[in-house]
């Protein structure tokens, strides 16, 4: 499963440089690597909450 996640987040920042995806703080192709902290922060979160 974590692999498939991996694989969706790189897919998504392809797509962020091809064509921006126009969502709020990513309009531009440069943004791509917004992606990559978000997730970042919200694996860190996760596994800070787990027991």
């Known amino acids: 499963m974590t692999k498939i996640i991996?694989?969706?987040l790189i897919l998504?920042?392809?797509v962020q440089i091809i064509k921006?995806?126009?969502l709020?703080?990513?309009r531009?192709?440069?943004d791509?690597?917004?992606i990559a902290i978000i997730a970042?922060?919200?694996w860190s979160?996760?596994?800070l909450i787990r027991p």
């Open 6 to 8: 991996g694989l969706l």
């Open 12 to 14: 998504a920042m392809v």
């Open 20 to 22: 921006p995806l126009g």
């Open 24 to 26: 709020p703080g990513l």
């Open 28 to 30: 531009r192709r440069r």
């Open 32 to 34: 791509f690597w917004k």
């Open 40 to 42: 970042f922060v919200i």
């Open 45 to 47: 979160v996760t596994l």
